[in-house]
Each structure stands twice: as C-alpha cells, then as structure tokens.
T-cell receptor, first 112, second 113 residues
Framework: EAQVTQNPRYLITVTGKKLTVTCSQNMNHEYMSWYRQDPGLGLRQIYY???????DKGDVPEGYKVSRKEKRNFPLILESPSPNQTSLYFCASSRTVYNEQFFGPGTRLTVL | GENVEQHPSTLSVQEGDSAVIKCTYSDSASNYFPWYKQELGKGPQLIIDIRSNVGEKKDQRIAVTLNKTAKHFSLHITETQPEDSAVYFC????????????WGAGTKLIIKP
C-alpha cells in the first residue's frame, strides 16, 4: 500500500531534550515536505526537499533541522525543543511539487 | 513573495445547497493551484487541482475555476452532503519559488442537516 508513515504519532517531551520525528514514503517520490499545523494558522511549511541531499527552508524553519540522505526518508530534528514548538506535524511527499502531495497521519508533539 | 488569502474562514451551508470558497494570490506568474480537504484527525488530501492554462475543471460535484486576470481561484461544491464537512485549503506555486507550495489559511465548511 502506497503511504507516508510518521513516528511517533504522539510525543510529550520536555524543553531542551533533542528529538527526531521520522518520515518515510514508499512511492519513490522526489519531493518531501514538513508542515506544522496550529489552530487558526493553517498549514505552515517548515522545510522541503526536492531530492536526495537537496533541502530548503520553508516559512518557519527556526528551531528545526532536516536531512535527506536517502529518497524514502526525511526526518525532522528538534535539537532543543521549546514550548512554542508544541504543534501537530505533518510529513508529505509527491512526485514533484506540481503533483498531489500525500500526507502522513500526523505527529502530535507537546513540549513542556 | 507569494501570498494566498482564503475566504471565508468558516462557511455554514444547508445540506443540498452549494458552497463556494475563494482564494486570491499575489504572484501573477503562479501556475498551479490545488485544493486539499482535511477531515478531522487526518492529514489533508487533494480533491482537485488546476493549472494556469485551464479556466475550469470539474470532478462530479466539485469544480474549480481560475481567473488569472483577477488572480483568484474558487472551489465550488454542489449538492453538499454531510461528508463534505471538513477544512479546505487552497494553495499556489509562485514562479520565484518553483519548489514551494504557498497555502491559504483554510476554510471550515459545516454542512447543516
């Protein structure tokens, strides 16, 4: 089954404790992206990747890192999480940016 | 840079009536305009998209229209049903950033029985 998987689905952590949210797709897509969704603010893009080893900042990259060492995986790294990063995070992939983006199920992160 | 404004933020319609959601964009060179539907507890899902060389596209009860002169595009849902209740997002790709989708803030559509 074609899908985007994210792990973990739920995470409660404390300020400053490094964490990684994994994202994997099995559709051989070149384009991958991370979004955060907060009430009233819609979807805001954090980082995106056009292909392996090619990444770029979205609208809200501060406090986040990404890497794209292989095509299928696009992890999101929070080196020192803060409470303002409490949010719902979505990973998405598509063949190119001009094609349908397939979203993962979301990761609900709470930073205390 | 590109800015996409979406209206209204909330839309309540009677079941069976039509719903229209409108988005305006600022970059006249934008050339791809998708619409996504997000149901409660799920990630967004593409429902229809349109490219700049087309003025209208239909898929059963859903249609999208594009007015490049006025720089706006709209989602039309006819004969609304309870399962149409969701949050809808529009987006656009500006020419100066060919790899980034710029999103509207979303419209919560409520279908009243």
């Amino acid at each position: 089954e074609a899908q985007v998987t994210q792990n973990p689905r739920y995470l409660i952590t404390v300020t400053g404790k490094k964490l990684t949210v994994t994202c994997s797709q099995n559709m051989n897509h070149e384009y991958m992206s991370w979004y955060r969704q907060d009430p009233g603010l819609g979807l805001r893009q954090i980082y995106y990747s056009m292909n392996v080893e090619v990444t770029d900042k979205g609208d809200v990259p501060e406090g986040y890192k990404v890497s794209r060492k292989e095509k299928r995986n696009f992890p999101l790294i929070l080196e020192s999480p803060s409470p303002n990063q409490t949010s719902l995070y979505f990973c998405a992939s598509s063949r190119t940016v001009y094609n349908e983006q397939f979203f993962g199920p979301g990761t609900r992160l709470t930073v205390l | 840079g590109e800015n996409v404004e979406q209206h209204p933020s909330t839309l309540s319609v009677q079941e069976g009536d039509s719903a229209v959601i409108k988005c305006t964009y600022s970059d006249s060179a934008s050339n791809y305009f998708p619409w996504y539907k997000q149901e409660l507890g799920k990630g967004p899902q593409l429902i229809i998209d349109i490219r700049s060389n087309v003025g209208e596209k239909k898929d059963q009860r859903i249609a999208v229209t594009l007015n490049k002169t006025a720089k706006h595009f709209s989602l039309h849902i006819t004969e609304t049903q309870p399962e149409d209740s969701a949050v809808y997002f529009c987006a656009a790709i500006p020419m100066d950033s060919n790899y980034q989708l710029i999103w509207g803030a979303g419209t919560k559509l409520i279908i009243k029985p």
